[in-house]
């Protein structure tokens, strides 16, 4: 175990996991898909923060959980740009952010 | 990190409850512009987790990218798509909420256990890098990362261009359900959407 001269790992998992679960659920109960996406980088946030907090403590001279979140955050950027686009293509089309009423891939 | 210890608690309790309870706000506001200006919080907050564990350059990217991109993005489309809207009540939410609530929780539990009872194999506090983050990231970056990184430069063009041809107006010389000439002006036109439910 860690000595007491720092905040425990333990710490930052378990307030990313609670953020993971956050985002989770609003996904889920979302009725705005505006909301849905601010969901979605909830839940990219707190695997940042789970990957920053493992670089830090298990690999801190390496530091490839970094890397990593370097890369998350490019990948993050670009799914908002293109999901924002979608959105509003989508909204032109229905005009409504509904989530319950894009039901055309329903059989 | 040259912090005293208690500063580094304080610290780290003050940002994750900024951060949990942004982040219960996002999800349960019923304004979703309060929501847009929370998750400006949540994300600021996630940047000053990052400096506590020695990550200046990420803390940094995090607060350009999130709080300066995706943010302002997020905001943008609320401006264009926030058209007051009474939503059509759904005859099973009650039923709904309990089973994603329940699912939440049973992950989260789970999720707690795992981080508390496994044994991490924590390397020794005494070879960090520290501050010299920045270099160590910008030396992966260009060896062992390079075509990841190519990669990712690649996909942000993509990215960017799929985004224009998503979201602008059709520039077609007619409609295509109509055959009528579309108009190309400027400002748009209220027209009749085509995929509206006929039902």
Known sequence: MMSLESIPLQAFLIVSSALFCIGIWGLLNSRNAVRVLMSIELMLNAVNINLMAFSSYVDNNLIQGQVFTIFVITVAAAEAAVGLAILLSLYRNRVTVDMESFNLLKW | ?199
Not at chain 2, 30 to 51: D, N, P, Q, T
Not at chain 2, 66 to 85: H, S
């Open chain 2, 1 to 199: 990190m040259s912090i005293a210890i208690t500063t580094q608690i304080i610290c780290f309790s003050v940002l994750s409850l900024v951060i949990l309870i942004g982040a219960l706000g996002v999800v349960l506001l019923e304004s979703i512009v309060y929501s847009a200006f929370l998750l400006g919080g949540v994300f600021m907050s996630v940047a000053g987790l990052y400096l506590l564990l020695n990550a200046s350059f990420v803390a940094a990217a995090q607060v350009l990218v999130y709080v300066g991109a995706v943010n302002v993005l997020i905001i943008f489309a609320i401006m264009l798509v926030n058209k007051k809207e009474d939503l059509k009540p759904i005859s099973d939410i009650k039923s709904r909420r309990i089973i994603s609530t329940s699912i939440c929780l049973t992950l989260l539990s789970l999720l707690i256990r795992v981080d508390l009872t496994n044994v991490w194999s924590l390397s020794n506090p005494q070879n960090s890098i520290g501050e010299e983050s920045t270099i160590r990231i910008g030396e992966h970056l260009f060896s062992d990362y390079l075509l990841p990184f190519e990669v990712a430069s690649v996909l942000l063009l993509m990215a960017m261009i799929g985004a224009i041809v998503l979201a602008r107006r059709d520039v077609m010389s007619k409609d295509i359900s109509t055959g009528l000439p579309v108009d190309q002006e400027l400002i748009e036109k209220s027209s009749e959407p085509l995929l509206t439910n006929k039902n």
